[in-house]
Nanobody, 119 residues
Framework: QLVESGGGLAQAGGSLRLTCVAS????????MGWYRQPPGKQRDLVAK????????RYADSVQGRFTISSDSAKSTVYLQMDSLKPEDTAVYSC??????????????WGQGTLVTVSS
């Protein structure tokens, strides 16, 4: 189960921080990421982090403005969003790739949280 929080309304140039807490029968989390789906458009990757190595990946459109981080002890991933733009308006969803004690290769999604940036 993934529970997201932190979405809402922000002005252009402002900041928001998204949080996603993972819980359930996973033995290992391989990757945690944030995706977003603007109105009428497809869902795309925003940022991803690989907790084992600390390696991160960002979409070009958010590079230098957004920062993804994770707390393995809390099974939590964060997305710090700074210098927000109206085009960042979207439903943001958390995704976790994980292994159970018996099987590998699971992928879970959060319910999504709406971020609206006004100009």
């Amino acid at each position: 189960q993934l529970v997201e929080s932190g979405g809402g309304l922000a002005q252009a140039g402002g900041s928001l921080r998204l949080t996603c807490v993972a819980s359930g029968g996973f033995s290992r989390i391989n990757a945690m990421g944030w995706y977003r789906q603007p109105p009428g458009k497809q869902r795309d990757l925003v940022a991803k982090i690989f907790p084992g190595s600390g390696r991160t990946r960002y979409a070009d459109s958010v590079q230098g403005r957004f920062t993804i981080s994770s707390d393995s002890a809390k099974s939590t991933v964060y997305l710090q969003m700074d210098s927000l733009k109206p085009e960042d308006t979207a439903v943001y969803s958390c995704n976790v790739n994980w292994d159970s004690f018996r099987r590998s290769g699971f992928s879970s999604w959060g319910q999504g949280t709406l971020v609206t940036v006004s100009s």
